[in-house]
């Protein structure tokens, strides 16, 4: 990889979270976001913090050790995503079955809507990047790996999401 592509890969990094951070602004403005839990809420997310930290932590340790053991086999970029993605995976799965995903204010809608936008942007940059052969060079897993990563992640979630409230309302309507 030349200067050039570095340089390149490094100002679409930093334009994209830019990008990013203006688009969470933007929805906690326009009160899309809002973090109102209650107390029972505030628990179970403490409690998915909690795993989530310790699912980060040892997707580290392991994300270590497979490199120590079989060699490179991902960027440093690509391994940290992994890792931050199981973390974010475990926080999110515990907080939505224990009903502490959403805030009270929220609108599930809304929060869906944008998973499913988010999922299909990163599944299809992922699916671009995969047709094009640039996930993996040399044997080694790139960074351009990260948009299926976290496609993947926030499909997951989603699914376990829509299972999860279609449980819940076959429950209510059986009551």
Known sequence: MGAE?????????????AVGLLFVALLFRKKVLDCT??????????????YGFFTLM???FL???SELAVG??????????LCLAAGILVFAVICILK????????????????????SLVNLGLGALM?????LVEDGVLTFRAVNLVMGIMTLVILIV???????????????
């Open 72 to 81: 490179r086999w991902c960027d440093a970029l690509t391994g940290g995503c």
């Open 37 to 50: 839990f209650d107390e029972r809420q505030e628990r179970a997310r403490g409690v998915a913090f909690k």
């Open 63 to 65: 994300y270590g050790a």
């Open 58 to 60: 040892g997707s580290i």
């Open 5 to 17: 592509e570095r340089m390149g890969i490094a100002v679409g990094l930093t334009v994209g979270l």
């Open 161 to 175: 999401y829509i299972v999860n409230f279609l449980l819940r309302s076959r429950e209510t309507e059986e009551e």
């Open 130 to 134: 995969a047709a094009h052969g640039k």
């Open 99 to 118: 009903d502490a995903y959403l805030s009270l204010l929220e609108r599930p809608r809304r929060i869906m809507t944008l998973f499913v936008l988010l």
